[in-house]
């Protein structure tokens, strides 16, 4: 059985190179059922971790608004 990969205080480009490791053995390596239904649970841990972050990423965008040749920061969403 393939051994648990920790993930939580990794940042977004390590988790997606986990997920593509784990994409490169499912598709490359001979794997008994048990290990590919593992293997590919794990996956999707991963890729849940991963659209977790983006959200969050997405979260803190800001743009900047011009106002009256003022700039301010208004938060990505709070129009």
């Known amino acids: 059985m393939p051994k648990k990969i920790e993930t939580e205080n990794e940042n977004f480009e390590e988790l ?33 971790k991963c659209n977790t972050k983006l959200e969050e990423a997405e979260k803190k965008i800001t743009m900047l608004i011009n106002e009256n040749g003022e700039i301010s920061e208004e938060k990505f969403g709070e129009n």
């Open 16 to 48: 997606i190179e986990k997920l593509e490791a784990i994409t490169n053995k499912l598709e490359n390596d001979k794997l008994s059922l048990d290990e590919s239904v593992a293997l590919f649970e794990e996956g999707m841990k991963l890729s849940k």
